[in-house]
């Protein structure tokens, strides 16, 4: 008798985690619109500063980031950039660029964490780099 409630708190257990995990998915809505991302004390949304565009696949298993226009990247000049989306929780996504042969120094390639820190803003950082440390971009919404 005992044994058989064990095994069916482990069930239930084992579901009620499967079910957060599949309640902490990320709702794209989050990052709807036109961004622009600042690095210093500028009007972030002015006409000569770069706007992005991120679109999750339906499967949400890749990014696309659409700029307004051409832009020199650290990956090259481009129109836009591809990821795949490595995990994901609630409010961040974790991202590896195509083409990406920047390394960590454990010399795996580079991933990086979008994190929605308040509605219409994000932060990125590198994902070997220790909790709360981020870089000096600031993400923010433009438009919808």
Not at 62 to 73: A, H
Request: with cysteine; proline share 3%.
């Amino acid at each position: 008798m005992k044994l058989s409630i064990l095994v069916f708190i482990t069930i239930m257990a084992a579901v009620s985690v499967g079910v957060a995990q599949a309640d902490n998915s990320f709702d794209m809505k989050q990052l709807s619109g036109w961004w622009a991302e600042s690095y210093n004390t500028d009007v972030t949304c002015s006409a000569d500063n770069l706007k992005v565009k991120h679109e999750l696949s339906a499967d949400g298993k890749r990014l696309s980031l659409k700029f307004d226009r051409r832009w020199q990247t650290e990956l090259g000049e481009m129109d836009h950039v591809e990821a795949t989306v490595l995990s994901s929780t609630e409010r961040t996504l974790v991202i590896q660029y195509d083409g990406e042969s920047r390394s960590r120094p454990d010399g795996k390639l580079q991933e990086w964490e979008l994190s929605i820190v308040a509605p219409g803003v994000y932060r990125w950082r590198e994902t070997s780099w220790p909790t709360g440390n981020v870089n000096p971009v600031v993400g923010i919404r433009c438009s919808e």
